[in-house]
């Protein structure tokens, strides 16, 4: 059997319950799709161009491990202009994602807490257990607003670090600058590593702050995905302290290697691109899926991201899902794939406004019942 091979611990996490709906979707003909995280413009012509012609100029080899010179100088120059810090260096990795993953195993040892916020992006949990960490939630339970006390009171002498995600997924929740301040003083006074998660910075309908203005020490995640609509492409990057950037691509080398070659030269591209536009067009579908289903549904007004986390009108968020997906092909993610709850549903409005409608008309339905 198989299973003598498998680690103890694989056996932490499950798979990803978004992945499991995305597979369905696979299955289903002309579905509602209002679960795919990621946005449905097409990536900027001129970020495409640069991508073709970089595939057409042989670009396909490696590239230095910390990414090429013109991407990360620019993003460099930007950093130091924004926040002043004589100590923050930047790198270019495989996606946010593979970012987090880095953060996590040089930070974290066997037995480490990390404190990070109910509900989470679905990656947090796992990440913490792939390190062999300790998870530690904190509750945002009604509003969604990041309490300062609550945080302090999860902090214990094995507390290494805290994940904070602004805007947020699911919730859209953003940060405001008090709660944004507060933290990162907070993990300041501990020495506990502030990883902030700005990968919606730009979907941001209110002022974004990054807790980096007032923690030097910050580590700060960000990438392409989601600004230019190029998440297959796996540009991401972090910024933070010398020190710790330079284990994330010690780690880097015998991991991920680098960021694609191509995608780089298709994201340097992308920084030149005018992207008011689409993000005018998500606050108006925001607009659009808030207005219609406030009456009827229990909903904080998503401030960022594209996301909303409405309270299931009845049942679990499981079962108010199931038969979202059944009756209606409509295509939604639990509330207990992000959090320890099963109260609440993720929509993404990142999807046209023609299928948001279909999906207005599903949601005025299935609130009977």
């Given at each position: 059997?198989?299973?003598?091979?498998?680690?103890?611990?694989?056996?932490?996490f499950?798979?990803?319950?978004?992945?499991?709906?995305?597979?369905?979707?696979?299955?289903?003909?002309?579905?509602?799709?209002?679960?795919?995280?990621?946005?449905?413009?097409?990536?900027?012509?001129?970020?495409?161009?640069?991508?073709?012609?970089?595939?057409?100029?042989?670009?396909?080899g490696?590239?230095?491990?910390?990414?090429i010179?013109?991407?990360?100088?620019?993003?460099?120059?930007?950093?130091?202009?924004?926040?002043?810090?004589?100590?923050?260096?930047?790198?270019?990795?495989?996606?946010t994602?593979?970012?987090?993953?880095?953060s996590?195993?040089?930070?974290?040892?066997?037995?480490?807490?990390?404190?990070?916020?109910?509900?989470?992006?679905?990656?947090?949990d796992?990440?913490?257990?792939?390190?062999?960490?300790?998870?530690?939630?904190?509750d945002?339970?009604?509003?969604?607003?990041?309490?300062?006390?609550?945080?302090?009171?999860?902090?214990?002498?094995k507390?290494?670090?805290?994940?904070?995600?602004?805007?947020?997924n699911?919730?859209?929740?953003?940060?405001?600058?008090?709660?944004?301040?507060?933290?990162?003083?907070?993990?300041a006074?501990?020495?506990?590593?502030?990883?902030?998660?700005?990968?919606?910075?730009?979907?941001?309908?209110?002022?974004?702050?990054?807790?980096?203005?007032?923690?030097?020490?910050?580590?700060?995640?960000?990438?392409?995905?989601?600004t230019?609509?190029?998440?297959?492409?796996r540009?991401?990057?972090?910024h933070?302290?010398?020190?710790?950037?330079?284990?994330?691509?010690k780690?880097?080398q015998?991991?991920?290697?680098?960021?694609?070659?191509?995608?780089?030269?298709?994201?340097?591209?992308?920084?030149?691109?005018?992207?008011?536009?689409?993000?005018?067009?998500?606050?108006?579908?925001?607009?659009m899926?808030?207005?219609?289903?406030?009456?009827?549904?229990?909903?904080?007004?998503?401030?960022?991201?594209f996301?909303?986390?409405?309270?299931?009108?009845?049942?679990?968020?499981?079962?108010?899902?199931?038969?979202a997906?059944?009756?209606?092909s409509?295509?939604?993610?639990?509330?207990?794939?992000?959090?320890?709850?099963?109260?609440?549903?993720?929509?993404?409005?990142?999807?046209?406004?023609?299928t948001?409608?279909?999906?207005?008309?599903?949601?005025?339905?299935?609130?009977?019942?």
């Amino acid at each position: 059997m198989t299973s003598r091979w498998i680690s103890k611990r694989a056996g932490t996490f499950e798979a990803s319950g978004i992945r499991r709906v995305f597979d369905l979707a696979a299955k289903l003909t002309d579905p509602i799709n209002l679960s795919i995280g990621q946005p449905d413009f097409d990536v900027p012509p001129e970020a495409r161009k640069a991508m073709i012609d970089a595939v057409n100029s042989a670009k396909g080899g490696y590239t230095p491990t910390q990414g090429i010179a013109s991407l990360r100088g620019t993003i460099q120059k930007r950093i130091d202009e924004k926040y002043h810090h004589p100590d923050r260096s930047v790198f270019m990795a495989s996606g946010t994602s593979g970012a987090l993953v880095l953060s996590m195993l040089v930070a974290i040892d066997p037995g480490d807490e990390v404190i990070f916020f109910d509900p989470y992006f679905v990656m947090y949990d796992a990440t913490v257990k792939m390190a062999a960490g300790t998870p530690v939630i904190v509750d945002t339970y009604p509003d969604f607003r990041f309490d300062i006390q609550r945080l302090a009171d999860a902090i214990t002498p094995k507390t290494k670090a805290i994940i904070f995600n602004s805007p947020a997924n699911p919730t859209g929740n953003v940060a405001k600058r008090e709660e944004v301040k507060a933290i990162a003083e907070l993990a300041a006074k501990h020495d506990i590593l502030l990883i902030s998660d700005e990968i919606y910075s730009a979907f941001c309908y209110q002022e974004f702050v990054s807790p980096a203005e007032y923690n030097p020490q910050t580590l700060v995640l960000d990438g392409f995905s989601k600004t230019y609509g190029m998440p297959g492409w796996r540009v991401g990057y972090a910024h933070g302290p010398t020190d710790l950037i330079e284990q994330m691509l010690k780690f880097q080398q015998y991991t991920f290697v680098c960021s694609p070659h191509v995608g780089q030269l298709g994201a340097l591209a992308a920084l030149e691109a005018d992207m008011s536009e689409q993000i005018e067009g998500y606050k108006k579908r925001r607009n659009m899926l808030y207005d219609a289903l406030k009456d009827d549904y229990e909903i904080n007004k998503p401030e960022g991201a594209f996301y909303m986390f409405p309270k299931a009108p009845w049942g679990t968020a499981t079962e108010f899902v199931e038969k979202a997906i059944t009756e209606y092909s409509m295509l939604i993610i639990p509330g207990n794939a992000f959090s320890r709850k099963d109260t609440h549903f993720r929509i993404s409005y990142a999807a046209t406004e023609a299928t948001i409608q279909r999906g207005i008309e599903a949601f005025k339905k299935l609130v009977k019942g």
